[in-house]
């Protein structure tokens, strides 16, 4: 993504360090590793509704989910199974 300013990088950087950290999947990790990680995060928002992913598809992304709650539905029926919380992955 592309910055302003400098400034804007390194708050944006920061953050992003912050809200890793505060993850379980995170938890312990060094900056190094978790700069690498940051590197390669793409942000992407979704709506109310909106569907991330289905039971079936192959895998290439990993989701780490900032804000709000999502809902893991499956089969035909859309049975929910859990409903997953910010920094989770």
Not at 3 to 24: G, I
Not at 38 to 55: C, V
């Amino acid at each position: 993504a592309g910055f302003k300013t400098e400034r804007s990088k390194r708050l944006c950087t920061a953050f992003r360090h912050e809200c890793l950290r505060k993850s379980p999947f995170f938890a312990g990790r060094d900056l190094v590793f978790l700069e690498m990680v940051i590197g390669e995060l793409q942000i992407e928002i979704f709506s109310e509704g909106d569907t991330i992913m289905r039971q079936g598809d192959n895998g290439d992304k990993m989701y780490f989910l900032y804000c709000g709650d999502v809902d893991v539905l499956i089969g035909p029926n859309e049975l929910k199974v859990a409903t997953l919380s910010s920094a989770t992955v």
